[in-house]
């Protein structure tokens, strides 16, 4: 019951703070690297390989998720050799990585579930998950601290 009252006012606060998306090739991501921000689509995130996982989610989507692998999309963005990644949340909610955190893990940035661009309502637009840990996860024998759901900025130094 806490489950899903979490997940319904974390749906209701994204849709609140974010506008539903009408096409992949607007901006859902805003990179801050280098002194510069980029805004990047779900084109330009998905230009980067590829992944894709079958789980659930903690917070509650199930399906299969599939988005790019974030090492490869660090490295298509020149941002793999970052000494820290901060991903923020539509609620100001944040994670940070370090190179150690990404050679340690496997790391998917979600942009789909089932093959539609993730949602508000399942915590997009973006989230990042270890599919390695899906299940340990869900059985509370692993930390849930560097997953992080509706990403909508990365800030790399």
Excluded: C
């Excluded at 997940?7 to 506008?19: F, G, I």
């Excluded at 689509?41 to 903690?58: A, K, P």
Aim: charged share 25%; aromatic share 8%; glycine share 6%.
């Amino acid at each position: 019951m806490m489950l899903s009252r979490r997940l319904t006012l974390s749906a209701l606060l994204a849709a609140a703070l974010w506008p539903a998306l009408s096409t992949a090739a607007e901006p859902v991501l805003d990179v801050h690297a280098h002194g510069e921000t980029r805004h990047l689509s779900l084109e330009d995130i998905e230009q980067s390989d590829t992944g894709e996982v079958t789980m659930r989610h903690f917070e509650g989507p199930e399906g299969t998720f599939s988005g790019v692998w974030l090492n490869d999309f660090l490295a298509d963005q020149n941002l793999d050799e970052a000494s820290r990644l901060r991903f923020i949340a539509l609620d100001d909610y944040t994670s940070f990585l370090t190179p150690a955190d990404r050679e340690e893990k496997r790391f998917l940035l979600a942009t789909r579930l089932d093959g539609t661009p993730l949602t508000p309502d399942n915590l997009g637009p973006l989230m990042l998950v270890v599919p390695a840990d899906a299940e340990a996860v869900l059985k509370g024998d692993a930390p849930m601290s560097q997953w992080i759901w509706s990403i909508d900025e990365i800030q790399a130094r």
